[in-house]
């Protein structure tokens, strides 16, 4: 165990000290390793701590996120999601996305119409590389929020420095070398969201004609999540199906989770909580259970149903 090790005990999710990985001994970080690809097995739900995100920076990017959702819809509004979903940038305003485990290969308007006859009441701004061809990123003028794009930009690569550690102890963890994720994973192609939740009228959730990011499963390979002190996050438990477990904010802590592509990329060794498949997961006992599909192909077949 390394010297700067945490430990933790919550009553939802496992916790994982990364510290044991970056800085241990090589069995410890095999340990850790092992001990994350467990959790990513059972539940798909981990909290991390010692992640190398500084504390000064989580606050910032809070405080900033806060300014710009705090400004009024029509400045806002200057850096607006396109319309459709083939470029996931910029401002989403209350009602425009509807967050659900929808799939389709090809467009079907009468399922968008029906998941979108209960609105989700949320606001985000989608955040990439300046070099991803597929999506340019959508700032806001520079007098709307001077702050913005320079930190966002910076907080964006500071992300996926943590998200690289996590993809190596996964890689690990399972037996595989450990740069073989991250090699999968450029940069240029993660996604960054800041997320805010106005209020509504507590009758508007009670009746059902509006919800808060309703159940889903993500898309990606990984997802990390800082929550503030509202917190709010619910997960499935693995062992009843339906029953779902807060995950209350820890204190310096993110929240990893195994998104689908990773999912079907693992031959559902890891699991993701409601392209290829590895050669490393499929064998006589284990055959694929998935065709391939590319990355491309695999986004553009969940968000052709939340726009």
């Excluded at 340990?31 to 539940?43: E, F, H, M």
């Excluded at 889903?216 to 997802?223: G, L, M, N, P, V």
């Excluded at 699991?271 to 006589?284: H, P």
Aim: charged share 25%; net charge negative; with cysteine.
């Amino acid at each position: 165990m390394s010297p700067n090790a945490t430990t933790i005990t919550t009553t939802s999710l496992p916790l994982i000290d990364l510290a044991n990985f970056t800085n241990g001994s090589t069995e410890s970080r095999l340990r850790t390793a092992k001990q994350l690809v467990s959790a990513c097995r059972t539940i798909g739900f981990v909290y991390i701590v010692n992640h190398g995100v500084p504390k000064r920076e989580l606050e910032r990017a809070f405080a900033i996120s806060s300014k710009f959702f705090a400004l009024p819809p029509e400045e806002k509004m200057k850096a607006p999601h396109p319309p459709g979903w083939s470029v996931h940038r910029g401002y989403s305003w209350p009602g425009f996305e509807k967050v659900s485990n929808a799939i389709s290969s090809k467009e079907d308007e009468v399922a968008v119409r029906k998941l979108r006859e209960v609105q989700d009441v949320k606001e985000s701004y989608d955040v990439g590389s300046e070099s991803n061809p597929d999506m340019p990123n959508i700032w806001p003028p520079e007098e709307v929020l001077p702050e913005w794009r320079p930190f966002m930009t910076e907080f964006y690569w500071m992300c996926f420095e943590t998200a690289k550690t996590v993809l190596k102890a996964l890689a690990l963890g399972i037996g595989l070398e450990e740069d073989a994720l991250v090699s999968l994973h450029s940069g240029h192609y993660n996604h960054l969201r800041l997320l805010n939740y106005p209020p509504i009228p507590a009758q508007a959730l009670e009746e059902g004609t509006c919800e808060r990011m309703p159940v889903h499963t993500d898309w990606s390979t990984i997802s990390m999540l800082w929550q503030d002190d509202c917190g709010g996050l619910q997960v499935e438990d693995p062992n009843h199906a339906g029953k779902f477990i807060d995950v209350e904010p820890v204190e310096g802590a993110l929240v990893m989770n195994i998104g689908d592509l990773m999912m079907r990329w693992s031959n559902d060794v890891l699991r993701s909580t409601l392209i290829e498949v590895m050669g490393s997961f499929v064998d006589e006992s284990r055959p694929a259970k998935y065709e391939p599909i590319t990355q491309r192909e695999h986004a553009a077949m969940r968000a052709r149903m939340q726009y």
